[in-house]
């Protein structure tokens, strides 16, 4: 072997051993920031080593490729607001599987260019497989983006046939594959299902409602990996392969946990449940007699306190309250009342979401706590405040059977003496159902936008 | 099924292993930096991007260097993007001051 291949080799295994550093070093928030700039240093040497190694043809066009990259990505990375981080990471996913279709064909074409052509059956299968799922995850990505940033509705959106529609394209797509592998000089199968594949992902993505959004741009978040991993099959790279099943590995955990923080499986989510709800509660719907307060009376409930436990949902994000949040968690503690937060797994639009905002706004993350972690201490707890969160607190999870969200685990606000919570309105959440704990004699409702109000509420407790 | 076959899917196999022993263990507070995080890793198709470029061969069609450019753009999005932005994230998780 040639010294350059060997030195490429051993310098793309140091760089698979960045990343996984990289990643054990997430494990703590004390680490993650030097294990996030080890994986980069590990990319820095796999992309100096591949430009060394392959020689100086066609420098322009990877130096303009390199040059835009960069421009856009640093750009999006500097500007992106802390609440529209879901949008971001559902972006960055798609231009993962882009990538990887992108270089499926452009290898294809090359070969195909050859007098003598190398395209065996591994070959083959691995660009079909890279086209499949690197296009599945670019448009699924894009609605995905689209649903997030509001351009694409975030309802539930359904047609007729849909199921029944899928299942014959992706049907379509493995005869088209079996055609492509047979047959590898034709393009043609090859471009059919770069087009059943971008269909495939709108259709994954356009069924599924705003607050099942964690689940997807998780499992997106693994498509991109898988599709790096099958791009690496395609050029016989291993450093690809073992970067993207990293990718592809996390991806799924993730997936998975916020399914269980749902009470749903996969399926379940991606064919798009909870569909009736809506219209099975407003049926017998009960007449509940609701209390509510004004800032005044509220911030009297939070003086007279010694333990408050705070818990953030999408509401927070959407009023961009974070900072209003911490004002009133430090004003509390200046009156020596002990503040924590509640986390549910599914609160916000992505794993972690509530997290970062609260991070943002410079709440320790020590504060922060999740469900398992803190569903004890709300039966000692004097003031459960609840923030533009609904279904991941409704009591009916845990006893009523017919409700649609009943086994979801939730959080145990209703055990705290008294339940604050702050919402615009008496509307549902993303279930569609009824909220029972708005009925409960311990809770009262404070309405108002969560910034406005936390704000007011904040400066009542200043002033007593 | 050749040799690099057999061994390409070995490291694929243990590399999802590693994966997961690995994130199971990153606690829920850091579940956004790592999403962020692993995008910029999967942007390691940029490897696969550059060489589909540089070793074009002579006489391939303009077609397989435009895609591949492209790639290289969308990649280095992915890279340049995510690291960015997860290092820009892992700067607000602070302690507790005591």
Redesign the interface.
């Known amino acids: 072997m040639e010294t350059i291949k060997i030195i490429t080799y051993f310098s793309y295994l140091i760089a698979s051993v960045l990343f996984i550093i990289g990643i054990k070093m997430l494990g703590s928030p004390k680490t993650a920031r030097k294990g996030n700039f080890y994986s980069a240093v590990g990319m820095f040497i796999a992309v100096v080593v591949t430009l060394a190694d392959q020689g100086i043809l066609n420098f322009q066009y990877i130096l303009i490729g390199i040059i835009i990259g960069s421009i856009v990505g640093a750009t999006i990375a500097i500007k992106v607001k802390m609440t529209a981080m879901p949008q971001m990471v559902g972006l960055l996913n798609g231009f993962g599987g882009g990538a990887s279709t992108l270089v499926a064909f452009s290898v294809y074409y090359d070969q195909l260019s050859l007098p003598n052509p190398n395209l065996n059956v591994q070959f083959t299968i691995a660009v079909m497989l890279s086209i499949l799922i690197g296009t599945v995850t670019f448009s699924g990505s894009l609605i995905a983006f689209g649903k997030l940033q509001e351009i694409v509705s975030g309802k539930v959106i359904k047609f007729p046939l849909q199921n029944p529609i899928s299942i014959l394209l992706m049907a379509a797509a493995v005869v088209l594959l079996v055609m492509g592998v047979v047959n590898p000089q034709d393009a043609t199968p090859y471009l059919i299902v770069a087009g059943i594949s971008l269909v495939l992902g709108v259709l994954l993505v356009l069924p599924i409602g705003g607050a099942d959004m964690p689940v997807v741009i998780s499992l997106l978040n693994s498509y991109s990996g898988i599709a790096a991993a099958t791009t690496g099959f395609v050029l016989n790279n291993s450093m690809l392969i073992i970067a993207g099943s990293l990718v592809g590995a996390s991806g799924i955990i993730l997936t998975n946990i916020m399914c269980k923080g749902m009470n749903r499986s996969l399926m379940n989510v991606v064919l798009g449940g909870w569909e009736n709800a809506g219209t099975v509660t407003t049926a017998d719907a009960k007449k509940v007699d609701i209390k509510s307060v004004d800032s005044e009376e509220a911030a009297m409930i939070f003086d007279a306190a010694s333990k408050v436990i705070i818990t953030p949902g999408y509401g927070m994000a959407v009023a961009q309250a974070q900072h209003a949040v911490k004002e009133l968690m430090i004003v509390l503690e200046k009156k020596g009342i002990d503040v924590k937060f509640a986390i549910h797994p599914v609160a916000g639009r992505m794993p972690g979401h509530m997290n970062v905002l609260l991070a943002e706004a410079d709440v320790p993350y020590d504060k922060l706590y999740a469900l398992e972690d803190i569903n004890d201490e709300f039966s000692n707890t004097d003031v459960a405040l609840i923030i533009g969160a609904n279904d991941v607190v409704n009591p009916a999870a845990r006893h009523d059977k017919n409700s649609p969200i009943y086994g979801m685990p939730i959080l145990n606000v209703d055990y705290a003496k008294t339940v604050i919570m702050n919402k615009r309105s008496m509307a549902s959440g993303y279930a569609g159902i009824d909220n029972e704990l708005f009925g409960y004699p311990n809770n009262l409702m404070y309405f108002g936008d969560a910034k406005d109000a936390i704000t007011k509420l904040t400066n009542e407790i200043k002033n007593l | 099924m050749?040799n690099?076959?057999l061994?390409?899917i070995y490291?694929?196999v243990l590399?999802?292993f590693?994966?997961?022993e690995?994130?199971?263990?990153?606690?829920?507070?850091?579940?956004?930096?790592?999403?962020?995080?692993?995008?910029?890793?999967?942007?390691?198709?940029?490897?696969?991007?550059?060489?589909?470029?540089?070793?074009?061969?002579t006489?391939?069609?303009e077609?397989?260097?435009i895609?591949?450019?492209?790639?290289?753009?969308?990649?280095?999005?992915?890279?340049?993007?995510?690291?960015?932005?997860?290092?820009?994230?892992?700067?607000?998780?602070?302690?507790?001051?005591s």
């Open positions: 050749d690099t076959l061994m390409l490291v694929f590399a999802i590693i994966g997961f690995l994130i199971t263990k990153v606690p829920p507070t850091l579940h956004t930096p790592l999403m962020s995080g692993s995008n910029a890793i999967s942007g390691i198709t940029i490897v696969g991007a550059l060489g589909s470029v540089l070793s074009a061969h006489g391939s069609t077609i397989a260097i895609l591949g450019t492209v790639a290289i753009v969308f990649a280095t999005i992915n890279v340049v993007g995510g690291y960015l932005v997860t290092d820009r994230m892992l700067k607000m998780f602070k302690k507790k001051k």
